[in-house]
């Protein structure tokens, strides 16, 4: 299981929608899962769980009231380190 959680869960998390069609949120744990299987027969794995892993980071960001300013950038590229700016 590919799995993501935000504690303290911050209300409404569990009721966000997620993606892909084949994750969904188990009560027991606290959290999303998205099977291992499911990733592994899909035609595109790395877009699968790259959908899974935004998805419930924008649930958790829009639930939790985080500043998305501050905490997100711009992809870059595999291998290239992103510049880091200092104030």
Known sequence: MFYSHAYPAPEGFAD?????????????LGEFLLPHAAVQASDDPEAMLKS???STYEAAAK?????R???????????????????
């Open 69 to 87: 300013s501050s905490l997100e950038c711009a992809f870059g590229r595999p291998g290239v380190p992103r510049p880091v700016h200092r104030d």
């Open 52 to 54: 899974f892993l935004q």
């Open 16 to 28: 966000q929608p997620v993606e892909p069609a084949e994750a969904g949120f188990d009560e027991t």
């Open 63 to 67: 639930t939790g009231g985080w500043d």
